[in-house]
């Protein structure tokens, strides 16, 4: 919240808090809330060792994003594209067996952060005041928790030395950031390309899950990751395909 608030007071000002709609104001509470699900999730994956099954969450969000897309804004997929969801299907049923239950961490993660961006397509308002909204919804639960926390004896923030307290404020930094940049990208380019866009994050994850914690992969989770990035190579080879059509029509009318 200090970020935000020093961010906004650098930049936008605050005149603009006074025009919000209520209907924007509840729509960015839904945010916050669906953000906070978000949040506990990821935080709970990688404390409890599962990082990779985190990393798979986010490679099921984009796809997620492109079906609500569809559903719910009306934007048209085509054939390679539905095809990529499908096989994104289909590997969410074979990592289920896998798993011996279906991947709920992953799903949790793919489904609250579809929601979250379409609701932020929804609201329409610049992604540092959306954030700075839904945190400030957070702030006070969130300052509660902490000294319920701290008052119970379980709260390491100021019992752990300066390090690990820098690293905990940190993490609201290396939050927000992103946080802000997505609420900008949402309401300026299609939600599509933002799915796209967002395969960088859990090929960064995966990587930490296997090569830094080492957990384990057996070779039934080994095909439905492999069928998960089928659909991302064949997702990404279809945009790339209908970018290079258009080029020629978006260069002559830029020249009109």
Known sequence: MVLLVAVLAFTD????????????????????????????????GVNSGHVVETSLGYFINPLVTVALAVLVIGERLR???WAAVAIAAVAVVVLTVAYGR????????????????????????????SVAIETAFLFTPALLCVIWFAGSGEGTFAHEGAGHALLMAGGGIVTAIPLMLFGTAAVRIPLTTIGLLQYLA????????????????PTARWIGFGLVWVAVIVFTADSVRARARLAPARALAAKQ
């Open 202 to 217: 859990p090929i960064m994850q995966f990587g930490i899950g296997v090569g830094i914690r080492g957990e384990e992969m």
């Open 102 to 129: 279906p991947p709920f961490i992953a799903l949790t993660l793919a489904f609250s952060f579809g929601f979250y961006g379409l609701v932020k397509k929804q609201v329409g308002i610049g992604g540092t005041q």
């Open 79 to 81: 054939r390679a594209q």
């Open 13 to 44: 000002g605050f005149r603009w808090a006074r025009e919000l709609e209520r209907k924007k104001l509840a729509l960015l509470a839904l945010a916050a809330a669906l953000i906070t699900v978000n949040w506990g999730v990821f935080i709970y």
